[in-house]
């Protein structure tokens, strides 16, 4: 019954090495956002997709990169994760015409 | 700059204890405001949106109400299973509809 799915649940990675995350829709929603979400924080929003039209905030860090090959699927790359990139990540869509937002159960991102 | 502050940061409560929890916020043009629950280690589950001041919704132990700076979700006669992180979130006018979060409430509720 999932309707975001977020892959993997868990990712441990090493410090300086490329990490891709990975979240997939049922919805056929048109907005897909990714927002990091740090122990005791408020998500903050990373960067978000309309349709193909990528949009970056402003203090998203370089090292975060972004995809979305199709309506389903989005990825976050992270070029060079560092010990402060350690974190809750989670994806949401939302329809262009309504203000439902479905988030995905997160990936616990974990860096050695 | 849009803000979003809730307090408490955390909450322990007895079973049957009834409180409300506090979002204030800044925004320059009000979309809509959103409650979520947040369990450990998961994403964010939707409770309540509300769009205008003086609207109230209602689901199980909880209603949210809104006024022109602030909205409260209180909850009556809480039961341990109400247990999470209850978040607070801004929807602006404009702007591609993006969530500013607060950190959220803490609550725990003790048998």
């Known amino acids: 019954d999932a309707m975001v799915i977020q892959n993997p649940r868990y990712q441990v990675t090493q410090f300086g090495k490329p990490v891709t995350l990975s979240c997939s829709q049922t919805l056929n929603h048109n907005v897909m956002y990714w927002y990091q979400q740090k122990s005791s924080q408020a998500p903050k929003l990373l960067f978000h997709?309309?349709?193909?039209?990528?949009?970056n905030e402003a203090d998203t860090p370089d090292n975060f990169q972004s995809r979305r090959p199709n309506t389903s699927f989005c990825f976050l790359d992270i070029r060079s994760p560092g010990l402060g990139d350690a974190a809750m990540y989670l994806c949401a869509t939302r329809t262009g015409a309504d203000n439902g937002y479905t988030f995905g159960s997160g990936t616990r991102l974990t860096v050695v | 700059e849009d803000q979003v502050t809730q307090s408490p940061e955390a909450l322990r409560l007895q079973e049957g204890e009834s409180s409300s929890l506090n979002c204030s916020y800044t925004v320059s043009g009000l979309r809509g405001l959103f409650w979520y629950r947040q369990d450990p280690g998961k994403g964010p589950e939707f409770l309540f949106t509300?769009?205008?001041a003086g609207e109230e919704k209602e689901k199980e132990r909880l209603k949210a109400t809104l006024t022109k700076k602030e909205s409260f979700l209180h909850i009556t006669a809480p039961k341990p299973e109400d247990s999470a992180t209850y978040l607070c979130?801004?929807?602006?006018?404009?702007?591609?509809?993006?969530?500013?979060f607060g950190a959220g409430t803490r609550l725990a509720v003790h048998p």
């Open positions: 997709y309309y349709d193909k039209d990528f949009n």
């Open positions: 509300l769009y205008s």
């Open positions: 979130a801004v929807q602006e006018a404009g702007g591609y509809n993006k969530l500013i």
